[in-house]
């Protein structure tokens, strides 16, 4: 069975049979036999490391820089090895600039594309059909492009394993039990590649202009390599005092290594603060985006509406000027100064929206307004925060309503 790498027929992921030559003495050999045998083994190699290997980053591909210009983005990459979804090798062999339009938000997320550049144009010799161009290229390097969205990408799950084996007791069995589980859950259907682009970060334009990473980049797609997973398995079984790292109370009744548990709790919380502060700080950039589209919308038909928005827009942007997303409890009052605003705006609306569209909206401003009353912690109350915003999104008029003069 082959993996379709996109080089034939199909482009969709899905498995087909491989094809090879079938060599015998005087075979006449024509590029299209050649074809055949560079696609065979490329595709017998790229369907075992799409199913073995997995998709994402192997080695490198760090993003060192990204410079905004008048009319374009120069971002760098640094070296490094890629697996795209449909299992192929894509190599930086060294440290490489690449361009991309301006973006229209100030979040980006880059990914790295497969693609192939033609090189070395060579005259096609006379032969009667042979071809209809006087040239072609004699060689094609296999090579990448840099894309990126405004919007984030659909990350994938870890896997919820089922790791019970209480009725498999005997080694070899339980080995077995948690194999064929695994395969069940997660193996069975082969899904096709809609997207085989690799996303490797993600990055936010602060007040100054620069470019900083966001904090979905922790989330960057990385290849799990058999010798990261040896090293943590051996490491596993040969640490006999303590090998999950537990402060405290450890296996035998020996001290558990606090230090390098401390360490390690302290990067998880340095990588929650940067995400928290991702969020918390695009929240409010979303609610002037949005609001500044509903005070649009709204303005020849209810210049109060429109006037209350384009003040929920002045809120919003002086929270971003304040820094307000540096600070959890700074947060949560800026956001709970805007909501007298965000309910002010729903009372105006009454004769000016649809009933559905409005409905949803209120809905939306009372579950914030529950959440910051319950003191739910920043991230519950960013998330009602952008429910407000996606609710505001789907505002709609009234088709009868008469202009305000």
């Not at 035998?252 to 606090?258: C, F, I, K, N, V």
């Not at 007298?340 to 559905?356: K, N, P, Q, V």
Request: overall charge negative.
């Amino acid at each position: 069975m082959s993996f379709n790498n996109g080089q034939g027929d199909r482009g969709d992921g899905q498995l087909s049979q491989f094809e090879k030559n079938n060599f015998f003495q005087g075979k006449l050999m024509t590029a299209r036999d050649m074809e055949t045998e560079q696609d065979y083994h490329a595709d017998r190699l790229q369907t075992l490391t799409r199913f073995v290997t997995g998709k994402g980053i192997v080695q490198g591909i760090e993003v060192s820089s990204i410079e905004e210009s008048e009319t374009e983005l120069e971002v760098t990459l640094e070296p490094g090895l890629v697996v795209d979804g449909h299992g192929r090798p894509i190599v930086i062999e060294h440290r490489t600039t690449k361009t991309l339009p301006l973006p229209s938000s100030d979040d980006i997320y880059l990914f790295i594309r497969y693609t192939e550049a033609e090189l070395e144009s060579v005259p096609v010799p006379d032969v009667s059909g042979a071809s209809s161009e006087e040239y072609m290229s004699n060689r094609r390097v296999e090579s990448f492009e840099l894309t990126y969205q405004e919007s984030p990408p659909e990350f994938e799950q870890i896997p919820d394993v089922d790791t019970d084996i209480s009725d498999n007791p005997d080694e070899d069995t339980a080995y077995r039990a948690l194999a064929n589980r695994f395969h069940q859950q997660f193996r069975t259907p082969v899904e096709s590649v809609e997207d085989p682009s690799v996303f490797i970060g993600s990055f936010e334009r602060t007040r100054d202009g620069a470019w900083i990473p966001g904090g979905d980049t922790v989330r960057r797609q990385l290849v799990y390599d058999n010798d990261m997973l040896y090293a943590a398995l051996v490491n596993h079984i040969t640490d006999t005092d303590n090998p999950h790292n537990m402060g405290g109370r450890a296996a035998g009744g020996g001290g558990g290594d606090l230090g390098e548990a401390a360490e390690q709790l302290q990067e998880m919380q340095t990588q929650l603060d940067t995400v928290t502060r991702y969020v918390m700080r695009k929240s409010l950039k979303d609610k002037i985006r949005f609001f500044e589209d509903v005070s649009t919308r709204f303005e020849e038909a209810d210049t109060g509406a429109s006037k209350t928005a384009q003040e929920i827009v002045e809120a919003a942007k002086d929270g971003m000027a304040d820094d307000a997303f540096d600070d959890r409890a700074a947060y949560r009052e800026h956001v709970g100064d805007m909501l007298e605003l965000d309910i002010a705006l729903g009372e105006e609306l009454e004769d000016s929206a649809t009933e559905e569209s409005l409905e949803r909206y209120v809905k939306a401003v009372n579950e914030l307004q529950e959440t910051l009353a319950d003191d739910m912690g920043v991230l519950q109350v960013a998330e009602a925060q952008d429910g407000v915003c996606e609710a505001a999104d789907s505002l709609e008029m009234l088709y009868d309503i008469v202009p305000e003069n």
